[in-house]
């Protein structure tokens, strides 16, 4: 359905889309290569058309900025439109094989046209079950056809693959939807053949009018109305007096009102917003889009007019009252206080004296350079000079005005990426960034992130594969600081390190939340545990590849990559954009190391900065609990595949590390001692989003995965504690649900059935007299200095003969004071130590404990003879023990079960 909205785009081009293409007025491409490309990465055709002198004017002013808008032309398309009047047209198109997104309004490309409230959108939809838009796209393809001979030959054969990428999207639309360009017809003549009744009042913004007022003169004489409302902000360009001569003139009662918009935390934005608004008794009609009240928008039409794209409506008494809603309308007590700002450079001027550079290209070695008009010099002259200094090729063919340059391996590295400048004859001839084929054919061909985001449970086999899929989830996730500070502040660099660590300096009160929440990446986490969406998001993707569910997300096509660039070059790849390889080294030193180590550094610094942002409550209070379950289940998933082996028999990441990277995770879903876990949540919805999540992505079978690992049988003392008691308590609870997540994980065959207990059992039953100890005291912490072992000879006796017998037996040795030491207790520390040896299938069926920083207390339990005893510091008498049963964890239990359930009982 088509809707009138305050656009933020990157809310809504989310998706698998196979083109994209976008008109504007002027383009900020360092805005659209930072915010948007991001989003459209797995694009593989991305065009933007721009009026060919305000593109100009950007080149211009990022050459003098040192801007490196080092992707453009290189994996998107910014090509100009040469018109004699304004290429002011704005639309966004996102194509799919079988659908389509499409807004047309106000905006121009950049932060406020596509996020400001100053601005008015229209979108659509298409999709093959819901066709009743079409129209509009065809529409905007017609108008975009017309103007296709006025643009560069590379952008106009990627406008012809966004078309063949949507073989649904016709070229002339059968009838005139709501959509409406000035190809044939002038918009004045549109919009008077759809008033069929008197036009009671006619309200009409823009920010911009002719000098002479000749449009909307012509606009009252074709459109005649009872009454006109005038509406204006104080950056109106008009002049009050002439306005008010003109109007009355013509005679028509005026009302002269100011626009301010309510809200006062948008006080001060620019109103860019037009429309042309008839109230009729029967019906209304608006006009908006990107049409000022000019003559060259609304009176003109084809080569003479402006390009211009508008919206068409009509509707009932009061249909469009919503688009006032936001605005606060007052009279404006004098005209004459607006002014005129002539801003619109003259287009007509005298031809310059040299020909002008229009396009140039790099194909292979040959670099191609267009000119306006063919030098009339008996002898032309060329200089290039690339970002990499002047080009020195011998090989030069004119053919005016074309001229074609055999570049050398030197002139290659001269203009490998960046802008060139141009003299001919020596006088500068312009400033290109020119479109580089075959990085553009390389991304025309590929769909970078969601193919890697597909493959999140495959290792890659190459470095290079790795950086990309790193840069992938860069792109897609907000992991911590870091992430949501390019988010906060696009463009900008992280803040300096204090100097106490390598980590930039980065606070909570740095970032822009309310804008991160906004961002695509964020609001993707509101709806992607539903994974078979439609559409489905980069965060979607990389959910159902950890989870084994990629095919539920249905089939839309994606093309495999046909190869790779230079892998030591940063836009390697085509489709990782915004993320350097290695944020936290110096631009030098990437370039002297090779690319395995660079590769295990970025992915070695990604999981630690996860690591600590897990760590961090309030951080993890402003991402909220639905980004932050599906960031875990992710890395859940990545851990798990980074202790497997890389290529060559080598791990990417140290499996130490990454253990350590896994028992933080745990801690954070499922607590520990002293702090409950995300999965303990008070919220019932939110707690209905976190379990399904759990579900569906695999989290709870992701432990059992990631144990198997032989990684985790070689580990350090220290460590082993720390996994042993995280994992002892995380499948002890109810919620994990032990026995339902090993068949999950072995899908019910016996020996997997067997391995998975098997590695649960290494993991977690005592290993050595240390351990055993720890286990019988409940004390994981416990150090060596604490407890020993002691064998002696003693008196074991039998209560059935009435005397003792002679035994050999070791005695565990307790140094350490225990508070509160009771009779229970001491019982509980037999039974635990008990089941602690016989886990581990140590013969024996005598127990004792000596607790010699508790005095002379002790206990023993003879189960050969059912016997035993406590005895306390400082009491007269032992107490016998009637009865003492091993006490056995709970996963233990849950693991006897499991054997039970395949018919084979685990005993001790």
Known sequence: MADAVRLILPNHIQGEWSAAVLLTYTANLSFFESQLLPQLSHVPVRVVLADADRLRDTFERAKAAGEGLRRTNRTYIVGPIRSRFAAHAKAILLLGPARGWLAVGSGNLGLDGYASPGELWHTFAYEDARPEHLVEFETVRELIDGWLPAVDPPAREAVRRAWSTATWLGAQPP????????????????????????????????????????????????????????????????????????????????????????????????????????LCDDKEVLLSGSANLSSPA??????????????????????????????????????????FADTVPDRHGPLPDVPKLMWAAITSRTLTLEFDRPSEHPDPSLRIVGIGGAVASPEVNWQDPRVELRLTEDDLGRVHSGHLDVWLNEVHAGTVWPYRIDALN?????????????????????????????????????????????????????????????????????????????????????????????????????????????????????????????????????????????????EEQPRRLPISTRTRMAWGRFIDRYVRAIGDDRFLAELGPHATIQNAAIFAGILTQLLREHEGGQRLVDPQRIVRSQVSLWRHLWGDDNHPGLLDVDDPVVGAFIYRTVEETGLRASVLDAIEDDAFDALPGELRTQVRHQLNRVVSLPSFDLVATVDEVTKGQPAQVDACIAALVRLLAPRDDLEKAAHALSRPDLRASEVDWDTKALKRWDPRQGQSISATERVMVVHTAIPDLDHAT????????????????????????????????????????????????????????????????????EAQEIGRAFGRRRTA
């Open 175 to 278: 009838a005139r939807g709501i959509v409406r360009h000035n190809l044939q017809r002038p918009f004045i003549e549109q919009l008077a053949e759809v008033v069929t009744s008197p036009v009671r009042t006619m309200r009409v913004h823009a920010p911009f009018y002719d000098r002479d007022l000749s449009g909307l003169a012509t606009l009252l004489k074709g459109v005649v109305a009872e009454r006109l409302e005038v509406l204006t902000t104080q950056d109106t360009s008009v002049d009050g007096s002439t306005l008010k001569a003109a109007l009355d003139e013509l005679r028509v009662p005026t009302a002269y009102q100011t626009l301010g918009l309510r809200d006062p935390s948008e006080a001060g934005t620019y109103l860019h917003a037009k429309w042309i608004h008839l």
């Open 298 to 339: 609304l009176v003109r039409s084809g080569a003479a007019a402006n390009i211009e794209l508008a919206t068409l409506r009509t509707g009932g008494p009061g249909s469009f009252n919503r688009l006032y809603e936001p605005f606060v309308i007052e009279p404006l007590a004098k005209p004459s206080s607006l002014t």
């Open 442 to 586: 390389d991304q025309f061909a590929t769909s970078s992130a969601n193919d890697h985001l597909k493959r999140l449970r495959e290792l890659p086999s190459s470095d290079a594969d790795m950086m990309e899929r790193l840069a992938a989830l860069e792109q897609t996730l907000i992991i911590d600081f870091q992430s949501a500070w390019r988010i906060s502040h696009p463009g900008k660099n992280l803040p300096e390190p204090d100097g106490q660590t390598d980590e930039p300096l980065l606070r909570l009160e740095h970032l822009d939340w309310a804008r991160i929440r906004r961002s695509p990446q964020h609001l993707a986490y509101g709806s992607a545990s539903s994974l078979a969406a439609p559409a489905p998001t980069s965060l979607q993707v990389a959910l159902a590849a950890i989870s084994g569910r990629l095919g539920e997300l249905g089939q839309v096509a994606t093309p495999t990559r046909s190869g790779l660039d230079d892998p030591e070059d940063p836009d390697a790849g085509l489709g990782a954009e915004p993320i350097s390889e290695d944020e936290s080294v110096d």
């Open 826 to 893: 001491m019982a509980t520390y037999l039974a635990q130590l008990s089941a602690a040896e016989l886990m581990t299938n140590t013969a024996g069926d005598y127990w004792r404990i000596h607790f010699r920083g508790n005095g002379k207390s002790r206990a023993l339990w003879d189960a050969r003879f059912r016997y035993g005893t406590t005895f306390l510091d400082g009491e007269e008498d032992d107490q016998e023990i009637d009865d003492l049963t091993p006490l056995w964890p709970e996963w233990w239990l």
